[in-house]
């Protein structure tokens, strides 16, 4: 579940993004994008949301990142709100819940 805290309206963007955890490797292995009039909102991220050829049932952890960008752009540096969770298992009942927060410049 992604949602922003009690009291904000967000408009942009929401982009969930999976990647290999712990890696450096910035290519996700899936995503999804969703309007943020929609939060709060649940996700699932599975083999039909990988991205090029990937599986992300191919791997044992997975790292979440969710982006609000009001441009509509993804990347971190076009994000106005975060959040994280890292070393996830990517099991088919794997359930977390992130809370946005105000991105800070990097």
Do not use: H
Not at 60 to 84: C, F, Y
């Amino acid at each position: 579940t992604v949602a922003v805290p009690e009291g904000v309206t967000a408009q942009g963007t929401v982009f969930v993004i999976a990647r290999p955890s712990g890696g450096a490797q910035r290519m996700p292995t899936a995503a999804v994008r969703r309007s943020a009039s929609e939060l709060p909102f649940s996700v699932r991220l599975d083999d039909t949301s990988s991205m090029a050829g990937q599986k992300i049932s191919a791997l044992s952890l997975i790292d979440v990142e969710v982006q609000l960008s009001e441009t509509g752009q993804p990347g971190r540096a076009n994000a106005s709100w975060l959040a994280n969770a890292a070393n996830i298992e990517p099991t088919e009942d794997a359930k977390i819940q992130l809370v946005l927060e105000v991105a800070v410049p990097q």
